[in-house]
C-alpha cells in the first residue's frame, strides 16, 4: 500500500530529474566555452541524472495519475533534497579538498537562496563553478517547480498542488490567471526582465559582463551570493550599490504589485499596498534612525557616510539578500540585531524573500487590536483586511500558527547549535540567516567570515533550516504528522 502511495510521486519526480537534467546542460555548454576544467564534472553529472531520472519514469509508467493535495508535500521536500543533492555533485567532482557534505551545504544554500558559503577563494574559483552558484540562487528564487509548471505543463505534474506547497505567502489559493501555467508563466516572464534589467545596470554601474551576469542572477532572487571573498565591498562603487538595493527591493516586494504597476502604468501601486507599504516606511525609518546613531556613536566620519552603509546593508540582509559593503559584525550589537530581526518580517509575501512576510505581521498586529477592542467593547463588531481583503478567522489561526511555529523553530534550533558547539550569538544569527534565508550571521559566520568552519553536524543544522525557511515550515512538517500518512 505505501509503495502505491509512493511510486506515482516518484514518477512525477522522474520527470522532473529529467527536466533538471537539461537545465544542468546550461553549466556544462558554460564549461565547454569557458575552457576552465569544470566540463567533465558538470556533464557526468548531466549525464547520469538523465540516465537515472528516465530509468525511473519508464519503471513507473503505470503509477501514473493526479496528485492529491497531500502528495505535494512529500513531492516538494523530495524534489528539494533530491535537487540539492544532484547539485552539489559538480562541487564535489572539481573541487579535490571540499567534501560531499561541504557541497552539499553549499547547494543548499543556493537553491533555497540562503547565500551562505563554505567556499573561500571565491575570487579564484573556476568560472563555471561560480556561475553555477548564482544560477543556483536564480532557480530557487522562483522555484523549480513553479518553472517546470511555467514551460512544461504537458509534464502533467499535478501543478495546483506543487504550486501551492512550494510557493510561500499569506493566502496561496488568489490567482493572477486563470490557470496555474499561466500563472508560473507570468512569475518567470516578470522574474528574467527584472533579471535582464539588472543585468543591464550592472554592467552600465562598472561591473565585468561576467559578474553582472552573475549578480543579476542572484540579486533578482535575492539569492547573495558573490563572485568575490569580500562580496559587494570588492567593487567599493555606490553606482552599484544604488543599483543592488533598488534590485533587491523589488525582490522583496509582492510580484502582484508589479503585475498592477504594469498594468496601470503607475508607481501607485507600491504605496497603494499595504504590504509594500509598511515594509518600505519601517525600512527607511530603521534606516534613518540606525545611520544618525552610528554617526553620532562615531563609528562614521559622516551621516552620509553613515547612510550609505546602513542603507545597503538594512536593505541586504533586511530583505534576507545576504549581500554587505561592510563587516556589520563591528557595529554596536542592538543596530545588527535589530537588521536581524527585520529580515524576519519585511519581505512580501509572493516574493522572493524569507522569513515571516510582512503580509502575516500586518493581519497579526490588526487581529491583536481587534481583540484589545473587544476587551474594551465585547459587543462590538469590527472585521480585519489587508490590502482591503477580509481575513477570516481561519486565516488568522493559521497566520498565529505559523508565527508561533516560526520562533519556535528559531529557538530549538538555536540551542541545537549551542549544544554542538556554537557560541549563543553564532547559534542565534545562523539560525536566523538560515531559516530567513538571509546568509551571513554575526560571531564567527559574519560577514568577514564563512561558514567553513562550522563542524559536519552545525552544516546539516543549518541545511535543515535551509530548507524549513525556503518552504515555510508547515510544508516540512506536516510529513512527520501522524494524520498525514493516514489513508
Known amino acids: 500500500m505505501q509503495n502505491r502511495k509512493i511510486l506515482p510521486i516518484i514518477h512525477v519526480l522522474s520527470k522532473l530529474g529529467v527536466f533538471y ?51 505535494g508535500f512529500t513531492l516538494v521536500v523530495m524534489l528539494w533534497l533530491g535537487f540539492a543533492a544532484i547539485s552539489a555533485v559538480p562541487f564535489y567532482l572539481y573541487l579535490p579538498g571540499m567534501s560531499y557534505n561541504e557541497a552539499f551545504f553549499e547547494a543548499m544554500s543556493g537553491l533555497t537562496t540562503t547565500g551562505a558559503t563554505v567556499i573561500s577563494s571565491l575570487d579564484t574559483l573556476a568560472p563555471t563553478l561560480n556561475f553555477w552558484r ?14 517546470a509548471v511555467a514551460v512544461l505543463p504537458m509534464l502533467g505534474l499535478g501543478g495546483t498542488q506543487l504550486f501551492k506547497a512550494e510557493i510561500p505567502g ?41 559578474d553582472a551576469l552573475c549578480h543579476a542572477l542572484s540579486a533578482t532572487s535575492l539569492g547573495g551570493f558573490s563572485t568575490h ?19 533587491t527591493i523589488l525582490g522583496g516586494i509582492n510580484f502582484a504589485c508589479h503585475f498592477a504597476v504594469v498594468r496601470e502604468r503607475s508607481l501607485k501601486s507600491y504605496w497603494s499596498n499595504q504590504e509594500s507599504r509598511v515594509m518600505l516606511v519601517l525600512m527607511a525609518v530603521s ?21 550609505r552603509f ?3 546593508n538594512f536593505v541586504s540582509i533586511g530583505l534576507a539578500n545576504g549581500y554587505a559593503n561592510y563587516d556589520f559584525a563591528k557595529w554596536p550589537l542592538i543596530v545588527s540585531l535589530w537588521m536581524f530581526f527585520l529580515s524576519n518580517i519585511l519581505a512580501n509575501t509572493g516574493s522572493m524573500g524569507g522569513g515571516v512576510k510582512m503580509a502575516r505581521v500586518v493581519a497579526l498586529a490588526k487581529f491583536s487590536l481587534r481583540e484589545m477592542l473587544l476587551l474594551l467593547h465585547p459587543n462590538a463588531v469590527r472585521t480585519v483586511k489587508v490590502n482591503k ?33 556554537l557560541d549563543f550569538i553564532t547559534a542565534f544569527t545562523a539560525t536566523i540567516a538560515c531559516i530567513t534565508n538571509a546568509g551571513p550571521g554575526l560571531g564567527s559566520v559574519g560577514p568577514a567570515h564563512n561558514y567553513a568552519d562550522l563542524t559536519v553536524v552545525q552544516k546539516w543544522l543549518c541545511c535543515i533550516v535551509m530548507l524549513l525557511g525556503r518552504l515555510e ?8 504528522t501522524p494524520a498525514y500518512w493516514k489513508k
Open 310 to 312: 546602513v542603507s545597503f
Open 229 to 247: 571573498d569580500s562580496s559587494i565591498a570588492y567593487f567599493n562603487s555606490v553606482v552599484i550599490e544604488s543599483v543592488l538595493i533598488v534590485v
Open 21 to 71: 537534467s537539461l537545465i544542468l546542460m546550461i553549466p556544462t555548454l558554460f564549461s565547454y566555452f569557458y575552457v576552465d576544467g569544470t566540463f567533465s564534472a558538470f556533464a557526468k553529472t548531466a549525464f547520469v541524472t538523465l540516465i537515472g531520472s528516465a530509468l525511473a519514469w519508464m519503471a513507473t509508467l503505470n503509477f501514473q495519475r493526479e496528485l492529491r493535495p497531500r502528495d
Open 134 to 147: 548564482h544560477m543556483l540562487n536564480w532557480l530557487g528564487g522562483m522555484g523549480i517547480i513553479v518553472l
Open 389 to 421: 481583503r477580509l481575513i477570516s478567522e481561519r486565516t488568522a489561526l493559521a497566520v498565529m500558527a505559523f508565527i508561533f511555529v516560526y520562533f519556535m523553530t528559531v529557538i530549538f534550533f538555536t540551542f541545537a547549535q549551542m549544544v554542538a558547539g
Open 287 to 307: 534606516i534613518i534612525a540606525s545611520s544618525l546613531y552610528l554617526w553620532y556613536k562615531n563609528y562614521y566620519a559622516s551621516f552620509e557616510e553613515a547612510l
Open 170 to 210: 499569506i493566502d496561496k489559493d488568489s490567482k493572477m490567471a486563470p490557470r496555474i501555467s499561466q500563472v508560473a508563466k507570468k512569475l518567470w516572464i516578470s522574474y528574467s526582465v527584472i533579471t535582464v534589467s539588472a543585468f543591464f545596470a550592472l554592467r552600465w554601474a562598472g561591473m565585468s559582463w561576467f
Open 473 to 480: 515550515i508547515f510544508t516540512v512538517f506536516i510529513l512527520f
